[in-house]
T-cell receptor
Framework: AQSVTQLGSHVSVSEGALVLLRCNYS??????LFWYVQYPNQGLQLLLK??????LVKGINGFEAEFKKSETSFHLTKPSAHMSDAAEYFC?????????????FGGGTRVLVKP | DTAVSQTPKYLVTQMGNDKSIKCEQN?????MYWYKQDSKKFLKIMFS???????INETVPNRFSPKSPDKAHLNLHINSLELGDSAVYFC?????????????FGPGTRLTVL
């Protein structure tokens, strides 16, 4: 069984500061990994995904994430936070080769950006 | 153009009632999903259909019954609603059935059971 842990349910950053959201996974094989963002009262939108190509993945809105197999991590970063980054962020895993595309989500991290 | 749409956006109802939530996607995808997001924002998959066939059925009470009349639609019917069913329900779609494919989410339906 797979699981995803996001450390920190809330993160507060100042505008212009580094955003770092942590995600660790547990899986018997390296899974596919995703970061989704949820703006208030909206559905989820894909930020980026890791599918066993490059370990450093660049996504939309200046976000990137690095897959580290040895640490079973897929942390999300953005060098300079913008007010529009205030949202809920979800890390998710999907087992390669499984029937269907079954995403297992972490508990989410709410990002607050202070002016 | 809305890619994945859900109706209604809000649903308030009494315990014991039966209700349906509709989902439509215009992306031409073969696979559709239902997720439940609880009050703590925890998201969990409920069902997935590929080309109108059920392929994922998580441990969900049988009061919940998905129906896919065609591959562009996946509706969720809930019988005998309970307080614990209060949540936001998200529909999603992807193409094709592959573990690395992006899922596109609808705006959600907030269900409140009184």
């Amino acid at each position: 069984a797979q699981s995803v842990t996001q450390l920190g349910s809330h993160v507060s950053v100042s505008e212009g500061a580094l955003v770092l959201l942590r995600c660790n996974y547990s899986s018997s094989v390296p899974p596919y990994l995703f970061w989704y963002v949820q703006y208030p009262n909206q559905g989820l939108q894909l930020l980026l995904k890791y599918t066993s190509a490059a370990t450093l993945v660049k996504g939309i809105n200046g976000f990137e994430a690095e897959f580290k197999k040895s640490e079973t991590s897929f942390h999300l970063t953005k060098p300079s936070a913008h007010m529009s980054d205030a949202a809920e962020y979800f890390c998710a895993v999907s087992p390669p080769g499984a029937a269907g595309n079954k995403l297992t989500f972490g508990g989410g991290t709410r990002v607050l950006v202070k002016p | 153009d809305t890619a994945v749409s859900q109706t209604p956006k809000y649903l308030v109802t009494q315990m014991g009632n039966d209700k349906s939530i509709k989902c439509e996607q215009n992306l031409g995808h073969d696979t559709m999903y239902w997720y439940k997001q609880d009050s703590k924002k925890f998201l969990k998959i409920m069902f997935s259909y590929n080309n109108k066939e059920l392929i994922i059925n998580e441990t969900v009470p049988n009061r919940f019954s998905p129906k896919s009349p065609d591959k562009a639609h996946l509706n969720l019917h809930i019988n005998s609603l309970e307080l614990g069913d209060s949540a936001v329900y998200f529909c999603a779609s992807s193409q094709p059935v592959s573990a690395d494919n992006e899922q596109f989410f609808g705006p959600g339906t907030r269900l409140t059971v009184l």
